[in-house]
């Protein structure tokens, strides 16, 4: 745990800080006053010490898989279509899979761009130099 109640977790040697672990629900009011909600089916939380394009922590989820090779980066669109912010799912076989995955945490599709695949250890590789050189902002 870390002081602030946060689970860590090592990912294949990325550590990953638990925002909301399997089964938890997040809530809110979108921008047009609709209330949404969220259920969490895979665990969901950020990379620690990389920053995402947002200005905040790097958005991940974690699938079944912890040997999976592969990284799928999910260039999420705002509702006018515009680039947010990235979502990296790890632990998953394939790109639709992935995919499902980050659906499944949505009530629409309207915020799914496209993805990406990565290997692994390229992945691991680019976010040791960012955490090395410090608080650059992760990019793709």
Known sequence: MSDRGIQTVNFNGINIAIENPVGSVREGIDENGR????KFFYPYGYICGVEG????????????NPVSD????????KVDGT???HKVMLG????????????????TQGYIGYMDEMPLFEFKER????????NDKFSF
């Open 35 to 38: 209330p949404w909600k969220t």
């Open 127 to 134: 976010i040791k130099e960012l955490i090395r050189r410090g």
């Open 53 to 64: 394009a947002d200005g905040d922590s790097l958005d991940c989820f974690i699938g079944p």
């Open 70 to 77: 592969k990284v799928f980066i999910m260039h999420q669109s």
């Open 92 to 107: 998953f076989n394939d790109l639709q899979s992935a995919r499902d995955a980050y659906l499944a945490h949505y009530n």
């Open 83 to 85: 680039f947010d912010e």
